[in-house]
């Protein structure tokens, strides 16, 4: 069984900082990239920052400088550390887990809220 399990939202004034973290079972294995998308009511879901399964990092422009996502390959994890929050980032973060091959797998978190507010 597949599971990838948030922590870490909640609320924040802008300016602040959160860090999540995602924990994979075993399953999901180096050769996965992981990473957090984001999603406000009524848009897509879109691409926060991702860390590949060849070790590479990318982020959506928008949080470049901001934002930084770390991963431990050994022990399947991956965190988001978001600095310098604007409300502009409030939205519903997920992790996510996806090898790309013949078959594309790709499994997701349930959702963990940030609200960036005044």
């Known amino acids: 069984q597949v599971t990838l399990v948030e922590s870490g939202g909640g609320f924040v004034q802008p300016g602040g900082s959160l860090r999540l973290s995602c924990a994979a079972s075993?399953?999901?294995?180096?050769?996965?990239?992981m990473g957090w998308y984001r999603q406000v009511p009524g848009k897509q879901r879109e691409l926060v920052a991702v860390a590949t399964s060849g070790r590479r990092t990318e982020y959506l422009d928008s949080v470049k400088g901001r934002f930084t996502i770390s991963r431990d390959y050994a022990e399947n994890t991956v965190n988001l550390q978001m600095n310098s929050l604007k409300p502009e980032d409030t939205a519903v973060y997920y992790c996510?887990?996806?090898?790309?091959?013949?078959?594309?797998?790709?499994?997701w978190g349930q959702g963990t809220q940030v609200t960036v507010s005044s």
């Open positions: 075993r399953i999901i294995t180096s050769f996965y990239d």
């Open positions: 996510n887990a996806r090898l790309i091959g013949s078959v594309t797998l790709s499994y």
